[in-house]
Structures are given as structure tokens and as C-alpha cells.
């Protein structure tokens, strides 16, 4: 891992500094018999089928055990609360706890889980009255949720407001690793992007080509980019109102980016085919072609520095998985330093087997974006400004 960054380090100034578990014990003395809420990002993703729900990637669950046993060890009661998916503000069973609270009973036992936080329209509005209840009868705070810190949520940004708080191990170990990619990079440093979660992601790519020597772009992100070039994209998924905004990207951008020439997809028949880049009526694109992938995976292989957010396809569909498979292979066999983000290609580097192979596989996917793009997260912001109200 690189060395630290410097928001962690002890600086001057109290306001600048991020506290740990550590500085947590020396505020409140000890920890024995304190009760703890502990913010995680257990957003997993699920797989329902009829009554059972089942957990697909466990990864995020398992990221927070550092935090939790360090608590645990030193006689904390854990209370750990979390989203999961998008409910809207009311209770909806789709979004119920259970199979996460399951899974944390077996890896943790003893250790509380809240319901869905999302249940609450205080979460997403920021309610002060919502922060205030989540910290009702609580003695410290902890965010080891990377992956929502760039929501500016009760429960993100609530509790340090109320109670001594601090950074979880894997809220750390994230922002160092992402905050020395942003700052010192080995060049060139490129950024491959994908998913579906596409108006979060475009707004910061002008930012990213600030800080990237090349942006590579797949999945369905991509086809709003076809468009914006004037590409027909037949039935793909795109944000016909972002056209203009991707269009003047591409127009003013300083930095190579590397749309797909090519894309698998299935005819207005249902056929699996391989497409150029204009797709005919009905047609739908649903992964990079074979040219394309190649050429991604050797903008991988050739860079010092790669991050990857999100698959290039639908890669749970194995006809539509070459693609992410190409990339994900390429960053496990480049010399570059790699890091990948969000909760997509992650489960998809490990259905690869390939989670060990690169060197640091993010819980965030629009978190770690933010963090390149601006070099803070409101999260980050909230405990600093909690430390500095000492
Ligand atoms: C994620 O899955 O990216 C995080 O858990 C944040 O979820 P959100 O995009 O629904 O806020
Ligand atoms: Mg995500």
C-alpha cells in the first residue's frame, strides 16, 4: 500500500485531522461497556427468489469486521446501521435487514443491526431529529462506511455533531489509498468506467480528466457518449438529457477518451450479436465487443496507475460478460498500480477469481469517484468539523 496520506496524519491544525479508533478510546477514556454506533455500508447485493433472499457478495459485510472486532476486543457494545438499496423512505419488506442481519450473526455474533435506514425519510433528507434519535442512548460514533460518505445523510453526517467520532479501519484504509492515487500518481494513470448508475458518474468525469492521463468508457454508461458522437443506439440504455453535457466532454476534453468501437448486444429478434458502434432499431447493447475489450485491456496493461468503476456489461448474463472479464483479467496481469471501485465490479472481480490479484478493491463505487474528483467527502467533512468541536 502507498504511504499514508496526509488527511490522517496528526497535523497542526485539530480541524484537519480525521479522527481514528484510537483518538475514539483516548476521548472517551475507555471503551468497556460503551455503546458504539458504527455506520457500514451493507447496501450488498441481493438475489430473491420467492420467500429467501440471498446475499451474492458478502464483501462489504466482511470489510467492517476489522473495525467491529477492534471494538468488540476492547468491551464496546457494536451497533452497527446501514442502507440498503433505495426505499424511499418508508418500510418496504424488498429492503428488509434480514439476510444482512443473518450473515453478521454468523460472522459477528452479538452485534446489533438496525433496520434499514433508508425506512426513514429522515435518512436521505438529513432530519437533525433522525441523527438525534440514531444516537439516543449512544456513547461514541464510527463511519466505516466509505461507500455512502459521499451522501450527506443523517447518519453520515449527524452523529459527530452529538457524540465523540471517528473513522473505522476501512473508512481509512480507503481514503489513504485513493487520496495518494489523486495526488501522486505513477503516470500514465488512466480510468476505466462502466455500470449503470450513469447520471452520478457523469457528472464527474470533467473533474477525473483533471487528474487521469485517459478515460476509458464501457457499460451502460457508454451509449450516452455513442449518442452524444451521433451514433443511432438503437434500444441501449441512455440519459437522453446528459446527450448535450457528453457531447461538450468529449468536445473539450484535453485527455484521450476511449469509447467502444464495437458492442455485443441482442437484435430486435433476441439474437446475440456483435455490433459497430451504431446500433440498428431495436437492437441493445449490452456489453463492449471483442475490439473494443482488447483495446481497454491494453490501455490497462500499458498505464503506471488504474482505477476501474464499474462492469463494461452485463456481466451476470454470461453472454454479455466477455468484456468486464477482459478488463478485470488485464488488471490483474498489469505492473500498474490498481485499484478498483464499487460494489459491481468488485462482485465481479471476485466472480473472476480474481479479488486478490489487483491492489485494492474498493467498497465504493460513486464514493471513491468523488473522492478523485473533489479530494473530500461529506462524511470526511463531518468528522473533522465533530473533532474540531472537540
Ligand atoms: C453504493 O452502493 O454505491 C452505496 O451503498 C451508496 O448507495 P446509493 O448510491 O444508493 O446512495
Ligand atoms: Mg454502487
Request: glycine share 12%; with cysteine.
Amino acid at each position: 500500500m502507498p504511504d499514508s496520506a496526509d488527511s490522517f496524519a496528526p497535523s497542526g491544525t485539530r480541524s484537519a485531522h480525521i479522527p481514528t479508533l484510537e483518538d475514539l478510546e483516548g476521548a472517551l477514556g475507555s471503551l468497556d461497556g460503551q455503546r458504539i454506533l458504527v455506520r457500514t455500508d451493507f447496501n450488498v447485493p441481493l438475489e430473491r427468489e420467492g420467500d429467501t433472499t440471498r446475499i451474492t457478495d458478502d464483501f462489504r459485510i466482511r470489510a467492517a469486521l476489522p473495525t467491529i472486532q477492534w471494538l468488540v476486543d476492547r468491551g464496546a457494545q457494536v451497533v452497527t446501521a446501514s442502507h440498503l438499496g433505495r426505499p424511499k423512505g418508508s418500510p418496504d419488506p424488498k429492503y428488509s435487514m434480514d439476510a444482512v442481519r443473518a450473515r453478521l450473526a454468523e460472522l459477528a455474533p452479538g452485534v446489533e443491526l438496525l433496520e434499514n435506514l433508508r425506512y426513514d425519510p429522515g435518512e436521505e433528507g438529513n432530519d437533525d431529529a433522525f441523527a438525534r434519535k440514531l444516537v439516543a442512548g449512544i456513547d461514541g460514533y464510527v463511519n466505516d462506511a466509505f461507500g455512502a460518505s459521499h451522501r450527506a445523510h443523517a447518519s453520515i453526517v449527524g452523529p459527530p455533531r452529538y457524540v465523540p467520532s471517528a473513522a473505522g479501519r476501512q473508512l481509512q484504509h480507503e481514503v489513504e489509498v485513493l487520496l495518494v492515487m489523486r495526488t501522486k500518481p505513477a503516470r500514465p494513470f488512466v480510468a476505466v468506467l462502466g455500470g449503470a448508475k450513469v447520471s452520478d458518474k457523469l457528472g464527474v468525469i470533467g473533474a477525473l480528466l483533471d487528474t487521469v492521463d485517459a478515460l476509458a468508457i464501457g457499460g451502460a454508461m457508454c451509449f450516452t457518449f455513442l449518442a452524444a458522437q451521433g451514433n443511432s443506439i438503437g434500444a441501449s440504455l441512455f440519459e437522453p438529457d446528459q446527450v448535450e453535457t457528453c457531447r461538450q466532454l468529449l468536445a473539450n476534453a484535453s485527455k484521450p477518451i476511449h469509447l467502444p468501437s464495437d458492442i455485443v448486444g441482442l437484435d430486435a429478434a433476441g439474437n446475440v450479436q456483435t455490433f459497430g458502434p451504431r446500433l440498428p432499431d431495436g437492437a441493445k447493447g449490452l456489453d463492449i465487443g471483442p475490439g473494443t475489450a482488447a483495446e481497454f485491456g491494453d490501455v490497462v496493461m500499458d498505464s503506471r496507475t488504474v482505477f476501474w468503476n464499474g462492469p463494461m456489461g452485463m456481466f451476470e448474463d454470461p453472454r454479455f460478460a466477455a468484456g468486464t472479464k477482459t478488463v478485470a483479467r488485464a488488471m490483474a496481469d498489469t505492473k500498474a498500480f490498481t485499484v478498483v471501485g464499487g460494489g459491481d465490479s468488485a462482485a465481479a472481480l471476485a466472480e473472476f477469481g480474481l479479488a486478490d490479484d489487483v491492489d485494492w478493491v474498493s467498497t465504493g463505487g460513486g464514493a471513491s469517484l468523488e473522492l478523485l474528483e473533489l479530494g473530500d467527502l461529506p462524511g470526511l467533512a463531518a468528522l473533522r468539523v465533530g473533532a474540531a468541536r472537540g
